[in-house]
Nanobody
Framework: QVHMVESGGGSAQAGGSLKLSCVVS????????MAWFRQAPGSDREGVGR????????HYADSVKGRFTISQDNAKNTLYLQMDNLKPEDSGMYYC??????????????????????WGQGTQVTVSS
C-alpha cells in the first residue's frame, strides 16, 4: 500500500519560490506514475505535472511551464516540485498522487485525477501580489 505525505507549502510573494516534497512510503517507490495536482477554492483539481519514477518528467501544464520543475530523489523516496516565479494564481492546495503500473507508457498518456488511486493529504500554497 502506497502512502504519501506532502510538505513544503506556505506563503510567498509573487516572484518568489517554494519547493514541495512528497515522501513515499518505504519499499513502495517503484513502478509509480506520480503527479502533482492543485486545487483552488471553487475550482476543479488541475494537473500540474507528471512523472514515471526513474524517468524524466513527462508533462507540465502550460500555466507552469518554465517556472515549475519536478525532480526526484530515489534514495529518499521523495518527489519534489520546485516552484519559481510564483504568481497569485498559483495559490491553492497542492497534492501528490500516484498510480502503480508496470507500464510506464500509461503514464505518458493524458491523465485526470480519477486515473490516480493514491493521494497525499495536500499542502497549502498561498501567493500574494
Amino acid at each position: 500500500q502506497v502512502h504519501m505525505v506532502e510538505s513544503g507549502g506556505g506563503s510567498a510573494q509573487a516572484g518568489g519560490s517554494l519547493k514541495l516534497s512528497c515522501v513515499v512510503s518505504e519499499g513502495t517507490y517503484v513502478r509509480l506514475c506520480m503527479a502533482w495536482f492543485r486545487q483552488a477554492p471553487g475550482s476543479d483539481r488541475e494537473g500540474v505535472g507528471r512523472i514515471y519514477i526513474g524517468h524524466s518528467p513527462i508533462h507540465y501544464a502550460d500555466s507552469v511551464k518554465g517556472r515549475f520543475t519536478i525532480s526526484q530523489d530515489n534514495a529518499k523516496n521523495t518527489l519534489y516540485l520546485q516552484m519559481d516565479n510564483l504568481k497569485p494564481e498559483d495559490s491553492g492546495m497542492y497534492y501528490c498522487a500516484a498510480k502503480r503500473t508496470w507500464k510506464s507508457e500509461w503514464c505518458y498518456e493524458d491523465k485526470t485525477p480519477r486515473d490516480f488511486d493514491t493521494w497525499g493529504q495536500g499542502t497549502q500554497v498561498t501567493v500574494s501580489s
